[in-house]
């Protein structure tokens, strides 16, 4: 591995960017492409890809928006193609679990003939802290159409090791890894254990979807995310997830990471201070 280079395609993301440390702390040659990088890579202009890829033997590919949009199956597959071209030998799939479009972007990789490990992960723990619940967490009320469907968040720590896990060792090859915590919650009880760990009041409610899909329109959210935000919902949290899988454990060979940990982890950094 000292003498391959490693592309990470959403090199800056919540789990790009942890595994580009990870590597880098090995001493691995990894570079992350994006649209802003030397060798910038765009998902809607393919003329960029060959170049984005040249020169690596493997890549870590996470999609942008999201596997459920319609097209991000033509793309995987299309992507895998250029990979070949360009001579990588495996691509590590950052997939989701109960999305249809994400099992197409499954299908279309594992059909490609490029070597392929699929890590089909539950919602990131860090979308609590990172992503797009942050700023209702800090005024005190997180309000989504999501009732007692139990979930069990995945810390976003637990996939970058995996990832590196899949782009380093061999083992990893051409098999699939479904990623989730070791305990799923609701998401009024996941925020209880962050108002817990944070020492203030933050409450969780329960909306209706036409009251959610109102609220970001308001906020100025593109409709196109709005549309995606509303399928995912409408799609993943129907139970069909709320399983736990061993997939942490299967790679690491470790537990995964409750999400208590991460909670009082998180509050430790201050960033859900009032």
Known sequence: MQNSEIVLVGGSGKTGGRILKRLEQRGLNVRAALR?????????DRSTWHGALQGASSAYVAFQPDLAVAWA????????????????????????????????????????????TILRASWFCQNFSEGAFLEQIL???????????????????????????????????????ELTGPRALTFREAVGEIAAA???????????????????????????????LEELFGQVLDGRNSGVMSGVA???????????????????TGIWSA
């Open 73 to 116: 199956a033509d793309a995987i597959g299309a992507l895998a193609k250029v990979a070949i071209e360009c001579g990588l030998d495996h691509i590590v799939l950052l997939s989701g679990r109960g999305e249809d479009g994400a099992l197409r972007s499954e299908a279309a990789l594992e059909t490609s003939g490029i070597d392929t």
């Open 198 to 228: 944070a020492g203030r009041p933050i409450e969780y409610e329960q909306v209706s979807m036409a009251d959610f899909t109102g609220g970001l329109a308001a906020a100025g959210l593109p409709q196109v995310l709005i549309d995606l």
């Open 36 to 44: 802003s990088s030397a060798r910038p890579f765009d998902w809607e």
């Open 250 to 268: 299967d790679i690491l060979g470790r537990p995964a990471t409750d999400f208590s940990h991460y909670a009082r982890r998180t509050a430790a």
């Open 139 to 177: 005024a005190g009320r997180l309000q989504l159409p999501a009732g007692d469907i139990r979930e069990p968040f995945i810390d976003a720590d637990d996939i970058a090791d995996a990832a590196v896990a899949a782009l380093t060792e061999p083992r990893c090859r051409n098999k699939f890894y």
